[in-house]
Antibody
Framework: QVQLVESGGGVVQPGRSLRLSCAASGFTFSSYGMHWVRQAPGKGLEWVAVIWYDGSNKYYADSVKGRFTISRDNSKNTLYLQMNSLRAEDTAVYYC???????????????WGQGTMVTVSS | AIRITQSPSSLSASTGDRVTITCRASQGISSYLAWYQQKPGKAPKLLIYAASTLQSGVPSRFSGSGSGTDFTLTISCLQSEDFATYYCQQYYSYPSTFGQGTKLEIK
């Protein structure tokens, strides 16, 4: 079945780095734009980043620009989020999500992973 | 960035009621708006995209309308499983942005 599974979350000190992964299965990963969305404890949803289906274009939220990098390996059906210079305010559940339409630049998100928790604390 | 103002932030209703949630965009976004439902500890679920198109498998008691800057999500005849938090999202331009959420509670 169509599935996204995140991994890589954990507890990290401020200023350190962490890399999240999102393994896709059940669909042609290389045909879809992919996103990261986060949710701080008790708060709403915040879009983080997008990468085009072929990796040719990427956009970021202002809150993470210059610190986070989204990437993908279509041969491994895996999406990544490299998070550097982490701050306490980056503490959140991080979800990966699939853009609904193939090869489209903008999309609603029709498939979501279960999320992975990142806690930034000393 | 386009700001999305969602209201109300919370709403109490009873099973069988009809409820409406609204979202207003700070600039025109055509019909590039989606609605999601989220239950505690779970990932969001896509309900409606393109402002008014029902996602496959979503019950027909959910409906969406609007274009430009003003949008609504209506749930007719609330069921017990509908009590959750709802978010709207614009995907007209990046950064994509979400509304603040509406927590729908049982009266």
């Amino acid at each position: 079945q169509v599935q996204l599974v995140e991994s890589g979350g954990g507890v990290v000190q401020p200023g350190r780095s962490l890399r999240l992964s999102c393994a896709a299965s059940g669909f042609t990963f290389s045909s879809y734009g992919m996103h990261w969305v986060r949710q701080a404890p008790g708060k709403g949803l915040e879009w983080v980043a997008v990468i085009w289906y072929d990796g040719s274009n990427k956009y970021y939220a202002d809150s993470v620009k210059g610190r986070f990098t989204i990437s993908r390996d279509n041969s491994k059906n895996t999406l990544y989020l490299q998070m550097n210079s982490l701050r306490a305010e980056d503490t959140a559940v991080y979800y990966c999500a699939r853009g609904k339409r193939v090869f489209a630049e903008s999309n609603a998100f029709d498939i979501w992973g279960q999320g992975t928790m990142v806690t930034v604390s000393s | 960035a386009i700001r999305i103002t969602q209201s109300p932030s919370s709403l109490s209703a009873s099973t069988g009621d009809r409820v409406t949630i609204t979202c207003r965009a700070s600039q025109g976004i055509s019909s590039y708006l989606a609605w999601y439902q989220q239950k505690p500890g779970k990932a969001p679920k896509l309900l409606i995209y393109a402002a008014s198109t029902l996602q496959s498998g979503v019950p027909s008691r959910f409906s969406g309308s609007g274009s430009g800057t003003d949008f609504t999500l209506t749930i007719s005849c609330l069921q017990s499983e509908d009590f959750a938090t709802y978010y709207c999202q614009q995907y007209y331009s990046y950064p994509s942005t979400f509304g603040q959420g509406t927590k729908l509670e049982i009266k």
